[in-house]
T-cell receptor
Framework: AQSVTQLGSHVSVSEGALVLLRCNYSSSVPPYLFWYVQYPNQGLQLLLKYTTGATLVKGINGFEAEFKKSETSFHLTKPSAHMSDAAEYFCAVISNRDDKIIFGKGTRLHILP | ETGVTQTPRHLVMGMTNKKSLKCEQHLGHNAMYWYKQSAKKPLELMFVYNFKEQTENNSVPSRFSPECPNSSHLFLHLHTLQPEDSALYLC???????????????FGPGTRLTVT
C-alpha cells in the first residue's frame, strides 16, 4: 500500500531563509506527486504537481519541488521565505494503479521575523 | 460568488441532531468531493461524485449521507454523529473525476463541525 510521510509537523524558518519541507512516499509503481497549501480558514490550494517529465517542478509563489526516485522523495523548497508563506503544507501521492489520492499529515510552516 | 463555497462555516450539533452541510461550486465543474480533515490525521477522501453519480465511497459510516442533486451542488447529511466525527469537512470540485492526474481540485474553505 502506498503512503506519504512528511517529516516534521511544525517547521520554523526566519524570513528570507531557505524553506525546506520534506516528503517521502512509498509506492510500488511510479507515483504522481502533489504539494498543496492551506492558509488559515481556507481550503487547500494546489502549489505544484509532478506527473511525468522534468523532475524539478516549479509552482506558484516561488515554490519548487524535485522528484527523486532513488530517494523516494519529493521535497518542497523556496529560496527565501516570506511572512505570507506561513501556512500548512500537504504532500499527496496518487498511484496510477488505482488513482487513489493519499495525503500526508501536513507540515505547519512558521515564519520568524 | 466565485470558486467553491461551503455553508455553514461552523456547526455545533448534538449526537441526536440531524444537520446538513452544503457545498456549491461556481466553476462549471462536473466532479465534486467531500473530505474530512481531523487534527493530527491525514486528509481523508470520503465521497466522489462525477456528473452527479457517486463514483467513490471510502468506507464512510452510514451516519454520513451525501447528496448531489446537480453538478454544482453537493450536500452532506449528518445524523446520529459521534464526538470523533468532529473535524473540518472540506468540499472540492474539479472539471472531471475521470482521473485526478489531469484535473486540479479546487477546495472550499470548509465547515468546522463540533459534535457534543
Amino acid at each position: 500500500a502506498q503512503s506519504v510521510t512528511q517529516l516534521g509537523s511544525h517547521v520554523s524558518v526566519s524570513e528570507g531563509a531557505l524553506v525546506l519541507l520534506r516528503c517521502n512516499y512509498s509506492s510500488s509503481v511510479p507515483p504522481y506527486l502533489f504539494w498543496y497549501v492551506q492558509y488559515p480558514n481556507q481550503g487547500l490550494q494546489l502549489l505544484l504537481k509532478y506527473t511525468t517529465g522534468a523532475t524539478l517542478v516549479k509552482g506558484i509563489n516561488g515554490f519548487e519541488a524535485e522528484f527523486k526516485k532513488s530517494e523516494t522523495s519529493f521535497h518542497l523548497t523556496k529560496p527565501s521565505a516570506h511572512m505570507s508563506d506561513a501556512a500548512e503544507y500537504f504532500c499527496a501521492v496518487i498511484s496510477n494503479r488505482d488513482d487513489k489520492i493519499i495525503f500526508g499529515k501536513g507540515t505547519r510552516l512558521h515564519i520568524l521575523p | 460568488e466565485t470558486g467553491v463555497t461551503q455553508t455553514p462555516r461552523h456547526l455545533v450539533m448534538g449526537m441526536t441532531n440531524k444537520k446538513s452541510l452544503k457545498c456549491e461550486q461556481h466553476l462549471g465543474h462536473n466532479a465534486m468531493y467531500w473530505y474530512k480533515q481531523s487534527a493530527k490525521k491525514p486528509l481523508e477522501l470520503m465521497f466522489v461524485y462525477n456528473f452527479k453519480e457517486q463514483t467513490e465511497n471510502n468506507s464512510v459510516p452510514s451516519r454520513f449521507s451525501p447528496e448531489c442533486p446537480n453538478s454544482s451542488h453537493l450536500f452532506l447529511h449528518l445524523h446520529t454523529l459521534q464526538p470523533e466525527d468532529s473535524a473540518l469537512y472540506l468540499c472540492a470540485s474539479s472539471q472531471d473525476a475521470g482521473t485526478y492526474l489531469t484535473y486540479e481540485q479546487y477546495f472550499g474553505p470548509g465547515t468546522r463541525l463540533t459534535v457534543t
